[in-house]
């Protein structure tokens, strides 16, 4: 079974920087694109950044130049390295993937890490 797992959430100062990962577990044959999105509090779930299995990356306009992602497809992880950091940050960050299982090619999504940027 598949699972994405993610870390590093925590509170943080408004400038600051934090980094969250996402380690893809289980049993899975291929790996496509990974992302990250995020859901404030009375909000829409958006798209924040993504990257294929290649390498090429994709950012929402508000984070351009601040967020970075990136992925080791050896540990089956991707990272989101996250600069700047503004309280209008502040969201449960969600980790994506396609993931080929077999004959089955599904999205899977993590249970959620809560960001915190406050002072």
């Known amino acids: 079974q598949v699972q994405l797992v993610e870390s590093g959430g925590v509170l943080v100062q408004p400038g600051g920087s934090l980094r969250v990962s996402c380690a893809v577990s289980?049993?899975?044959?291929?790996?496509?694109?990974m992302g990250w999105y995020r859901q404030a509090p009375g909000k829409q779930r958006e798209l924040v950044a993504s990257?294929?299995?290649?390498?090429?990356?994709t950012y929402a306009d508000s984070v351009k130049g601040r967020f970075t992602i990136s992925r080791d497809n050896a540990k089956n992880t991707i990272y989101l390295q996250m600069n700047s950091l503004k309280p209008e940050d502040t969201a449960v960050y969600y980790c994506?993937?396609?993931?080929?299982?077999?004959?089955?090619?599904?999205?899977?999504w993590g249970q959620g890490t809560q960001v915190t940027v406050s002072s």
């Open positions: 289980g049993s899975s044959t291929t790996i496509y694109a």
């Open positions: 990257i294929t299995n290649s390498g090429t990356s």
């Open positions: 994506n993937a396609v993931i080929r299982v077999g004959f089955s090619v599904n999205n899977y």
